[in-house]
């Protein structure tokens, strides 16, 4: 059977000869299994020092078991230097690599931390954790073991408190979800009156509540001068049972409430702090006035982000569709200024898992779903694009035309993608990012969606002529 020839324009990569063997690329790679009570280390067989006895006799030499305190961790990266090792790599194990990974990369070691698919995936191999460790320091030898985006230990330490701002909101909410249901139970409908019950209105009225106030006609005067409900609408709402033990479950939830948001300022001033000690790479820029001025979020931060983001980043991510600076300050906290390590927008927007995961084969594509992705910065760029809904520019426009082609959700990862492509090129080429509007965005795409047209009927055999509009 003759063989099928390449398609023309088409390059095929060289396939390596079968009987070629691997070269090794790291000779002195270590690798590492991380667990919580003990981690076991392979090095390549022969590079433990002369006279070395394994204090494990069960165990080859060249494998060890240490423990996970800071002075087994210690002795862990000794052993690695007197066997002469200049890069490790380790499992992504939780967060039971982390304290490892700082302390190797003190010492000056190079390490990667390696997502357990890529050392799992070879079916009939026995799986023990002294064969994992062999098997991915030879990975790693081979050069076959990819590296985990892991930035600056400063951006790290951003992130750390940027992730317990959010744990503190998500509590906080958990709160307000018991106030509710505390009122309900009383049948005080507050919340059907109230669209915030933790606004200016909602919060005095609980006050009052928890004091002891019953009168609901004293309770409705706590009505702030912008709600839309009426004080005899709220003075209705406010009949209710006043059951004890549903008050006491009232005032536990505001208290809560009120100590959580107390440690979120607590954080808040760390994060402040964190991010005034970055060096300041705006060289003098004055921040762009904002297209529209908008009232604060409710978890909106309370500080001056945008200047301090200005500052870390060099440039103005606020300025792109949908990202303020809650919103910035998670992107840039998770992936810092540096974008570095994604050569290009497409592998940045692949690893975010915000572009189609194609599965073909006999020239057909089985699946192009997007692959699953628990990053942080995934979600806050999926809900930057969702804020777009409604937008009156072009990303907007871009939104809803491809969510009524495609639907709601695809809509949302089309949107996410363009937009962290736009913050891509913002952190690694700079310059000014100039919003485009609406109207030219619907004309640019009328435009080339009418050359397509005209080309297409052209190919067929026919000749596209406008309708001249009726002048009535």
């Given at each position: 059977?003759?063989?099928r020839?390449?398609g023309?324009?088409k390059?095929?990569?060289?396939?390596?000869?079968?009987s070629?063997?691997?070269?090794?690329i790291?000779?002195?790679?270590?690798?590492?299994?991380?667990?919580s009570?003990?981690?076991f280390?392979?090095?390549?067989?022969?590079?433990?020092?002369?006279?070395f006895v394994?204090p494990?006799?069960n165990?080859?030499?060249?494998?060890?078991?240490?423990?996970?305190?800071?002075?087994?961790?210690?002795?862990?990266?000794?052993w690695?230097?007197?066997?002469?090792?200049?890069?490790?790599?380790?499992?992504?194990?939780?967060v039971?690599?982390?304290a490892?990974?700082?302390?190797v990369q003190?010492?000056?070691?190079?390490?990667?931390?390696?997502?357990?698919?890529?050392?799992?995936n070879?079916?009939?191999?026995p799986?023990t954790?002294?064969?994992?460790?062999?098997?991915?320091?030879?990975?790693?030898?081979y050069?076959?073991?990819?590296?985990?985006?892991?930035?600056?230990?400063?951006i790290?330490?951003?992130?750390?408190?940027?992730?317990?701002?959010?744990?503190?909101?998500?509590?906080?909410?958990a709160h307000?979800?018991?106030?509710?249901?505390?009122?309900?139970?009383?049948?005080?409908k507050?919340?059907e009156?109230?669209?915030?019950?933790?606004?200016?209105?909602?919060?005095?009225?609980i006050?009052?509540?928890?004091?002891?106030?019953r009168?609901p006609?004293?309770?409705?005067?706590?009505?702030?001068?912008?709600?839309?409900?009426?004080?005899?609408?709220i003075?209705?709402?406010?009949?209710?049972?006043?059951q004890?033990?549903?008050?006491?479950?009232?005032?536990?939830?505001?208290?809560l409430?009120?100590?959580?948001?107390r440690?979120?300022?607590?954080?808040?001033?760390?994060?402040?702090a964190?991010?005034?000690?970055?060096?300041?790479?705006?060289?003098?820029?004055?921040?762009?006035?904002?297209?529209?001025?908008?009232s604060?979020?409710?978890?909106?931060?309370?500080?001056?982000?945008?200047?301090?983001?200005?500052?870390?980043?060099?440039?103005?991510?606020?300025?792109?569709?949908g990202?303020?600076?809650?919103?910035?300050?998670?992107?840039?906290?998770e992936?810092?200024?540096?974008?570095?390590?994604?050569p290009t927008?497409?592998?940045?927007?692949?690893?975010?898992?915000?572009?189609?995961?194609?599965?073909?084969?006999?020239?057909?594509?089985?699946?192009?779903q997007?692959?699953?992705s628990?990053?942080?910065?995934n979600?806050?760029?999926?809900?930057a694009?969702?804020?777009?809904?409604?937008?009156?520019?072009a990303?907007?426009?871009?939104?809803r035309?491809?969510?009524a082609?495609?639907?709601?959700?695809?809509?949302?990862?089309?949107t996410?993608r363009?937009?962290?492509?736009?913050?891509y090129?913002?952190?690694?080429?700079?310059?000014?990012?100039?919003?485009?509007?609406m109207?030219?965005?619907?004309?640019?795409?009328?435009?080339?969606?009418?050359?397509?047209?005209?080309?297409?009927?052209?190919?067929?055999?026919?000749?596209?002529?406008?309708?001249?509009?009726?002048?009535?």
């Amino acid at each position: 059977m003759t063989p099928r020839k390449p398609g023309k324009g088409k390059s095929f990569p060289k396939v390596p000869n079968a009987s070629d063997p691997l070269k090794q690329i790291h000779e002195h790679a270590a690798g590492i299994d991380a667990h919580s009570k003990e981690h076991f280390v392979a090095v390549p067989p022969g590079s433990t020092p002369a006279g070395f006895v394994n204090p494990s006799p069960n165990l080859p030499p060249f494998v060890r078991v240490f423990g996970t305190n800071t002075a087994d961790l210690e002795a862990l990266v000794l052993w690695l230097q007197q066997c002469g090792i200049t890069t490790v790599a380790v499992e992504s194990t939780g967060v039971y690599h982390e304290a490892l990974v700082a302390i190797v990369q003190k010492h000056g070691l190079a390490i990667i931390v390696v997502d357990p698919r890529q050392t799992a995936n070879a079916p009939g191999r026995p799986k023990t954790d002294v064969l994992d460790c062999q098997w991915i320091q030879r990975l790693h030898s081979y050069g076959l073991l990819r590296a985990s985006f892991m930035p600056s230990p400063e951006i790290r330490q951003l992130r750390a408190y940027q992730r317990q701002r959010e744990m503190l909101v998500r509590y906080a909410a958990a709160h307000v979800q018991h106030m509710q249901k505390a009122l309900e139970l009383m049948n005080c409908k507050l919340p059907e009156v109230v669209s915030d019950i933790v606004g200016a209105t909602g919060m005095l009225i609980i006050k009052a509540i928890v004091r002891g106030t019953r009168d609901p006609l004293r309770l409705a005067k706590y009505r702030h001068e912008n709600c839309k409900a009426s004080e005899a609408a709220i003075a209705a709402a406010l009949q209710g049972t006043w059951q004890e033990e549903y008050v006491f479950e009232l005032r536990q939830a505001l208290k809560l409430y009120e100590e959580y948001h107390r440690r979120l300022s607590d954080c808040e001033a760390q994060i402040e702090a964190c991010l005034q000690k970055f060096p300041d790479k705006s060289e003098g820029k004055a921040l762009a006035p904002k297209p529209r001025k908008r009232s604060k979020a409710k978890n909106a931060v309370r500080f001056d982000g945008r200047t301090l983001l200005l500052k870390m980043a060099g440039v103005d991510v606020t300025v792109l569709e949908g990202i303020d600076e809650t919103t910035g300050l998670v992107l840039l906290s998770e992936l810092g200024s540096d974008l570095s390590p994604f050569p290009t927008q497409g592998q940045f927007t692949s690893w975010l898992g915000l572009c189609p995961n194609h599965r073909g084969s006999g020239g057909k594509i089985k699946k192009r779903q997007v692959k699953r992705s628990a990053s942080r910065a995934n979600q806050a760029f999926r809900m930057a694009a969702s804020g777009c809904h409604h937008a009156k520019n072009a990303m907007g426009a871009f939104y809803r035309r491809i969510a009524a082609r495609s639907g709601g959700a695809k809509a949302v990862v089309a949107t996410a993608r363009k937009i962290a492509e736009r913050f891509y090129r913002l952190l690694t080429k700079g310059g000014d990012y100039v919003r485009q509007d609406m109207a030219h965005y619907e004309q640019t795409y009328r435009t080339k969606l009418t050359k397509n047209l005209m080309q297409r009927a052209q190919e067929l055999g026919y000749h596209l002529v406008p309708i001249t509009p009726l002048i009535s």
